[in-house]
């Protein structure tokens, strides 16, 4: 008897997809497993970036 396992590819993970962007230098932060193609903006931890969210802030 052939004991033969068919391995069918197993796509269960997630593709990550999503990208988090720096909305203020365009850098990539990060990505996001997400299911779909998908950019989120936020705004990283440099300091120039930090500087000008305080000042929309102060707005
Ligand atoms: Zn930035």
């Given at each position: 008897?052939?004991?033969?396992?068919?391995?069918?590819?197993?796509?269960?993970?997630?593709?990550?997809?999503?990208?988090?962007?720096?909305?203020?230098?365009?850098?990539?932060?990060?990505?996001?497993p997400?299911?779909?193609?998908?950019?989120?903006?936020?705004?990283?931890?440099?300091?120039?970036?930090?500087?000008?969210?305080?000042?929309?802030?102060?707005?």
């Open positions: 008897m052939n004991n033969e396992t068919i391995n069918g590819a197993q796509d269960n993970h997630m593709n990550d997809l999503g990208l988090i962007i720096c909305k203020i230098c365009y850098q990539v932060v990060g990505s996001l997400t299911n779909g193609y998908k950019k989120m903006y936020v705004i990283c931890d440099n300091e120039n970036c930090i500087a000008i969210k305080g000042e929309i802030i102060n707005e």
